[in-house]
Structure formats: structure tokens, C-alpha cells
């Protein structure tokens, strides 16, 4: 038999990664936004700050919170990156429309009739996903129906999608789209 272990040494995270290469895209200008509606759980808006760390992405989180932004399971999984996440935090829904006034976004759920890569996404849009366990409400889906879209899922295989996986599909896609043009 094979002995196929491996041992990983471990560096400080305040490094640059030795093996990265900084791969050739045009980064969309204004950048999308992503916006968060009463997430839940701290590892999942941890990663989801990652991702907006990697892609330039401004990140709205809209509250009622179900942590606080100290809680370390949130800074871990964020790393050592969350100096490069502009974030902002709106303590509810009508303070982010106040905030963030502008009708171009999209809205994400297992409720949707379009796919999310059925739209032809622009610089500046703003895509907004719900909690874990609730999704968004169904007064706010019923207020933009051409806005709401969906990531296919094969039936009755799982309820929902992971909110951090949800968002990264979701964002690389419209990246995608803009890196076309």
C-alpha cells in the first residue's frame, strides 16, 4: 500500500501568495455590488467578503443581523482580507433603499421563473440575496417581479443552494458577461 499523505506548512496570512498569477480582466467599472438581506451565518457573509475582496465587489449587508460583525467565525472565514471589502451595513431595509436608492438590481430565489445567466448584466448592477433559512420575503419578491432570478437546481434534489456558493455563481457570472465586451 501507498503511503499517499502529504504534510502543509502553514505561513502567516499577511503574505503574498508565492503562485499566484494575476490573470488578464477587465474589472468592471462602476463594480457590481452585492447586498445581503439578513444573513445568518457568519461563515457564509465571512466567505461571501472574500469573494468581494477577490472581485471588487462592495458589499451591503442589511440587517437585522443574525451575529455581530465582531464574531470570529465571521473574521476567519474572511481572513486576513476584510481591509479590502467595502462594506457597508444598513440596519434595515428601508435604510438601505435610502442608502441605495437606484432600481438596477436583481434579486435571487428558489422561487424565481429566470435563470440567472438569462440576463445580460451591466457595470454598477446590484445583486441581492436573502437569509439562509428564509430567503427573501415574499412581499419584496412580489414588489420586482422581472428583477428575480434563479440558480437552476436539478428537482426535488435539495431546497437551496449554500448562500456563499449561490453568490460566487452568481457574480463570476455576471463577470463573465462584462469581461465579453
Known sequence: MTDRSFHITTAPLNHPHLRR????????DPPLRVALLRPEIPPNTGNIARLCAATGCPLHLIGPLGFR???KSLKRAGLDYWDEVEMHTHPDWDAF????????????STAAPRSYADVAYRPGDLLLF????AGLPDPLLRAYPDSVLGIPMRPGAVRSLNLSNAVAIVVYEALRQLNLF
Open 21 to 28: 498569477q494575476d490573470l488578464p480582466f477587465r474589472w468592471p
Open 69 to 71: 460583525l465582531a464574531d
Open 97 to 108: 433603499r435610502q442608502a441605495v436608492p437606484d432600481d438596477r438590481f436583481y434579486l435571487f
Open 130 to 133: 436573502g437569509s439562509e433559512s
